[in-house]
């Protein structure tokens, strides 16, 4: 599955912005996604995924803020992102494997979009 992500931009902290992240090829339904992010000097992190089975699994320092989605008859998975603060600005990357498990390490996701920039304005 090939992945494209947009929807970054400028936001104030404070607000919210949805970010979307397009999937083209076979068998959508059958991938778990995931989002990650990668701040300035820092190594790339898990943010949250969302399985096949449609389970939920979130980074504690996202909790209660974001929110993962996904529609497949869009073939498309989405991460809703309110009351943002400034430790949130990153490239946003979302990712997808086929597995069982919910999963969490970088290392166990083969496809990857080519990320999108968030940037949060203190």
């Known amino acids: 599955v090939q992945l494209q992500a947009f929807g970054g931009g400028l936001v104030q902290a404070g607000g919210c912005l949805r970010l979307s992240c397009a999937a083209s090829g076979r068998a959508f339904n059958t991938y778990n996604l995931a989002w990650f992010r990668q701040a300035p000097g820092k190594e790339r992190e898990f943010v949250a995924t969302?399985?096949?089975?449609?389970?939920?699994h979130y980074a504690d320092s996202v909790k209660g803020r974001f929110t993962v989605s996904r529609d497949d008859a869009e073939t498309t998975v989405y991460l809703q992102m309110n009351r943002l603060k400034s430790e949130d600005t990153a490239v946003y990357y979302c990712a997808a494997a086929i597995s069982s498990k919910i999963l969490i390490d970088e290392a166990e996701y083969d496809n990857w979009g080519q990320g999108t920039l968030v940037t949060v304005s203190s």
């Open positions: 969302i399985t096949w089975t449609f389970n939920t």
